[in-house]
C-alpha cells in the first residue's frame, strides 16, 4: 500500500465535532475497502481554540494543516466568543487558515436531492437545479486592508476595504472555466461593474478570459440580479463565479433552493492538492451536543476530499450514491423535512455506512 494520506481535523465548535466525527467514519470505511491507507491528526480551531490558547488557529495548526493531504474542518463559533468588540473571533481561525493555505476557490455544488424538493421555499419544478459556485476566497471585501474600527472626534469610524488584483481575478475565474468545461459549458460571472472599481477590473479579466474559452458560453451578471434570478430561474445556472462576499452571501441563498442547507458541502482549493472541506452550515450552538444534527453535508465534504486532494473518483461518487440512497429510503435528520424513518446524527451515517459497505468501492478488493 502507498503511504498514508494524512488528513488533518479540525472539528471547531457547536455541532463541529459531531458531524466531523461521522465524515471520518466514512473516510475510514472507503479507505478501507478501496485499500487506500488515511490517517487522521485532530488540530483545534475556533472558540474552544481561544479558550485554551487564546487565538482561533495556532501556528502549529497551520503548520500541520499546511502539511496534510486535506483538512475537514468542521464549523466554528457559537454565542460565548460573540462579542463584537472582542479582539479575536473564532471565525478568524477559518478565515487565516484559506489565507494560509492559499485555497483561494471555494466550490459550493447546488443540487436538489429529488425527494427533498417539496421542501424547497422556491415554487415550481426545481428537480433539475444543478451548478456550482465557485466563491473567491482569499481576497476582495473580506482581506482587504485598510479594515478596522477607530476614534475620531465625530464618533468612531469603520472601515473595510475590498481589494483585488488582476491575478486574484484570473486566477479564480481560470477554476471556473476549467469547471464549466467539465459540465454544461456555461459561465456566469457575476460582479457589481456598474458601481464597484472592483468589479470593473473583474469583468475586463472574465472577457479576457471568455474569448480564450470560446467553447463556452459566459454571461456577465450583476450581483444583485444574480440574487434575483437564483430565486427565479436557478435552473439556466451552471457555473457562477464571484468575489468574496457576493459569494458568501449568495451561497447561503442558493443553499436552500434544494430544501435543506443541512446537505450542503464545499471544497475551499488553491494550486495544488491539498484542499480544506467543510459543510455551508454553522456550528448550530442551539442543538449542539444532542445526537440530532445532520452529518451529512460533512459525509459529502467527505466525499469532496476524495475527489479533489486525493483524486479518488469513484470513492468520491459511491459516498454521494449513499447519500442519495439513504435520503431515498426516506431518512430523515431533524432539519429535513417529509421521509419515513427519523434518525439521528449516528444512525444517519450508519445508514450511509452500510450502503457504502453493500456497493463497495469500483477499483477497491
Ligand atoms: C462561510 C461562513 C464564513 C464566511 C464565516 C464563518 C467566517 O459564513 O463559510 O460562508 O463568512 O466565509
Ligand atoms: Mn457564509
Redesign the pocket.
Known amino acids: 500500500m502507498a503511504r498514508p494520506a494524512h488528513i488533518c481535523v479540525m472539528p471547531g465548535d457547536g455541532i463541529g465535532p459531531e458531524v466531523t466525527s461521522q465524515a471520518i467514519r466514512v473516510l475510514e470505511i472507503v479507505g478501507k475497502i478501496a485499500g487506500v491507507g488515511l490517517e487522521f491528526h485532530t488540530e483545534t480551531v475556533g472558540g474552544c481554540c481561544i479558550d485554551e490558547t487564546g487565538t482561533a488557529l495556532t501556528p502549529s495548526g497551520l503548520r500541520h494543516a499546511k502539511r496534510s493531504a486535506a483538512v475537514l474542518f468542521g464549523a466554528?463559533?457559537g454565542p460565548k466568543w460573540d462579542d463584537p468588540t472582542a479582539s479575536v473571533r473564532p471565525?478568524d481561525g477559518?478565515?487565516a487558515l484559506r489565507k494560509g493555505l492559499g485555497l483561494f476557490a471555494n466550490l459550493r455544488p447546488v443540487q436538489v436531492f429529488g425527494p427533498l424538493a417539496a421542501a424547497s421555499p422556491l415554487k415550481g419544478d426545481i428537480s433539475s437545479v444543478d451548478f456550482i459556485v465557485v466563491r473567491e476566497l482569499t481576497g476582495g471585501l473580506?482581506f482587504g486592508k485598510p479594515k478596522r474600527v477607530w476614534d475620531t472626534p465625530s464618533g468612531r469610524r469603520a472601515v473595510d476595504t475590498c481589494a483585488y488584483s488582476e491575478v486574484e481575478i484570473e486566477r479564480v475565474l481560470r477554476t471556473g472555466f476549467t469547471l464549466a468545461r467539465q459540465r454544461r459549458s456555461k459561465l456566469a460571472s457575476v460582479d457589481k461593474a456598474n458601481v464597484l472599481a472592483t468589479g470593473r477590473l473583474w469583468r475586463q479579466v472574465a472577457t479576457r478570459l471568455a474569448r480564450e474559452h470560446a467553447d463556452v458560453q459566459v454571461e456577465h451578471v450583476l450581483v444583485d440580479t444574480c440574487a434575483m434570478r437564483l430565486v427565479t430561474r436557478p435552473q439556466d445556472f451552471d457555473v457562477i463565479v464571484t468575489e468574496n462576499t457576493f459569494g458568501?452571501i449568495l451561497?447561503?441563498e442558493a443553499a436552500v433552493i434544494g430544501g435543506s442547507m443541512g446537505m450542503m458541502p464545499?471544497a475551499s482549493l488553491g494550486a495544488g492538492r491539498l484542499g480544506l472541506y467543510?459543510p455551508?452550515h454553522?456550528s448550530a450552538p442551539d442543538i449542539a451536543g444532542k445526537g440530532i444534527a445532520n452529518p451529512l453535508a460533512a459525509i459529502l465534504s467527505a466525499a469532496l476530499l476524495l475527489r479533489y486532494s486525493l483524486g479518488l473518483e469513484a470513492a468520491a461518487r459511491t459516498v454521494e450514491h449513499a447519500v442519495d440512497t439513504v435520503i431515498d429510503r426516506g431518512l430523515r435528520t431533524a432539519d429535513i423535512a417529509g421521509g419515513s424513518k427519523f434518525v439521528g446524527t449516528v444512525e444517519m451515517a450508519d445508514a450511509v455506512i452500510s450502503v457504502i459497505k453493500d456497493l463497495g468501492v469500483e477499483g477497491g478488493p
Open positions: 466554528v463559533g471565525e477559518l478565515l473580506y458568501d451561497t447561503d464545499s467543510e455551508i454553522g
